[in-house]
């Protein structure tokens, strides 16, 4: 079972921040919150992942509570084109433990 | 980041066929997997392919229904066998990458199935 809980879908409009949240209240000290997007038709996409600071690339931070049971990922600019399926995981890169996938998050970005 | 060509990108079959999947790694990586991700679903983890070892399937997953072949370290393929229309799905494969420290999974774009 997946660990982590998401809505089902988020609607923003073109030009402002999107901020999707994550619940992980089980997450584990040695597990890294990652997130990924699928767009339609498409493989996944990675985004970003953090431990317990925060973080930030060129396409999104991430921002992860101090007790690290839940996250949001921020997308400052939301284009039309960041429009899908967004899926927060828990992940122990350091074992054999594989990632698994939640049902995600439809971003629908409007103009 | 790691380039990954699957193939076929989509086909259509006949109930009772079998179908092979390709996935070509533009670099050599141990492990390699393989997802299914049935229509308007999640993704689920079918199985992992090292080089030089047996898949591990996952609960629900048998190597009779989806025998894979891991040859190399930049090539595997998944093979749907005695489909059914329930096996109509995208196929993904995807290998694990550590850039830079951190481990990523990258995904090729995928293989839609259909089963009539």
């Known amino acids: 079972d997946a660990k982590t809980t998401q809505p089902t879908s988020m609607d923003c409009a073109e030009g402002r921040a999107a901020n999707l949240p994550c619940n992980h209240s089980?997450?584990?000290?040695?597990?890294?919150v990652y997130w990924y997007r699928q767009i339609h038709s498409q493989g996944p996409q990675y985004i970003i992942h953090?431990?317990?600071n925060n973080e930030t690339n060129e396409m999104a931070s991430l921002i992860i509570t101090e007790d690290r049971k839940s996250s949001t990922l921020i997308l400052p600019h939301a284009t039309l084109r960041d429009t899908a399926v967004y899926y927060c995981?828990?992940?122990?890169?350091?074992?054999?433990?594989?990632?698994?996938f939640g049902t995600g998050t439809r971003l629908q970005v409007t103009l | 980041s790691a380039v990954i060509s699957q193939k076929p990108s989509r086909d259509i079959c006949q109930r009772g066929t079998s179908l092979t999947i390709q996935c070509q790694v533009d670099?050599?990586?141990?492990?390699m997997f393989w997802y299914r991700q049935q229509p308007g679903q999640s993704l689920t983890l079918i199985a992992t392919?090292?080089?030089?070892?047996?898949?591990?399937?996952e609960s629900g997953f048998v190597i009779d229904k989806f025998p894979i072949s891991r040859p190399n370290l930049t090539f595997s393929t998944l093979t749907v066998s005695n489909m059914s229309p329930e096996d109509s799905s995208i196929y993904l494969c995807?290998?694990?990458?550590?850039?830079?420290?951190?481990?990523?999974?990258?995904f090729g774009a995928g293989s839609r199935l259909t089963v009539l």
């Open positions: 670099s050599q990586v141990t492990m």
């Open positions: 953090g431990l317990k």
């Open positions: 089980t997450i584990s000290g040695n597990e890294y």
């Open positions: 392919a090292n080089q030089g070892s047996e898949a591990t399937y």
């Open positions: 995807s290998v694990e990458l550590a850039p830079g420290g951190a481990n990523v999974l990258t």
């Open positions: 995981i828990v992940w122990n890169t350091g074992t054999a433990s594989k990632l698994t």
